[in-house]
């Protein structure tokens, strides 16, 4: 039977690495918060990136998607994801 860890070489078990997912949105907008919600009801660690406070991240997602950018937009493990429903989330989340 395969477990979820590794052991070291100081037998202490470690984990598998996590996903790291980046969420790029607004505080006023509705579907950057169902992304936060999610994500924190789920227990999956995230950064998120106010695009009001941060100009330079907002240019620089626009230059990523060929254009303007749409919040939210989530980074999981580089896949960039514009305005996700949260099937699409989990479906991303899963296959990583």
Do not use: N
């Amino acid at each position: 039977m395969a477990a979820f860890g590794t052991r070291s070489p100081y037998a202490r078990v470690s984990t598998p690495p996590i996903t790291p997912v980046v969420v790029y949105g607004r505080r006023w907008c509705a579907i950057s918060q169902m992304v936060r919600r999610y994500l924190d009801r789920t227990g999956m660690p995230y950064q998120y990136v106010d695009l009001d406070l941060h100009p330079d991240a907002e240019a620089r997602l626009a230059w990523l998607t060929g254009g303007r950018v749409h919040s939210p937009i989530v980074s999981v493990d580089g896949e960039l994801l514009v305005q996700p429903i949260i099937a699409e989330l989990q479906w991303v989340l899963r296959k990583r």
